[in-house]
């Protein structure tokens, strides 16, 4: 079983910065790509970030040039640095852990419990 767990966010003002973590563990056999979703209320799910193995990113347009997303393959964490944050950034910050795990050799999708970003002065 792949566990993932997030560390990080919290309350911060708009122009502020913060970052979150993500740590997989457990039985892996090989992580492909790790990244960050966020839900805000009423809202759907939406990709915010990912990166694969080999260290390519991806960004939504909307935090493009703000946020960065890095990755330590041999830690199994990845991270999510905030700049120049926004209310509408306010969210639930999901990880998302594209990974086979070591005992049925199966990929699978894996997801933390999400943790609170929110924006507001």
Not at 24 to 43: C, L, N
Not at 46 to 67: C, M, Q
Not at 74 to 84: D, E, Y
């Amino acid at each position: 079983q792949v566990h993932v767990v997030e560390s990080g966010g919290g309350l911060v003002h708009p122009g502020g910065s913060l970052r979150v973590s993500c740590a997989a563990s457990g039985g892996i056999f090989k992580i492909y790509t790790m990244g960050w979703y966020r839900q805000a209320p009423g809202k759907q799910r939406e990709l915010v970030a990912n990166i694969t193995s080999a260290g390519t990113v991806n960004y939504a347009d909307s935090v493009k040039g703000r946020f960065t997303i890095s990755r330590d393959n041999a830690k199994n964490t990845v991270h999510l640095q905030m700049n120049s944050l926004k209310p509408e950034d306010t969210a639930v910050y999901y990880c998302n852990v594209m990974a086979v795990d070591s005992i049925y050799i199966s990929p699978g999708d894996y997801w933390g419990q999400g943790t609170q970003v929110t924006v507001s002065s």
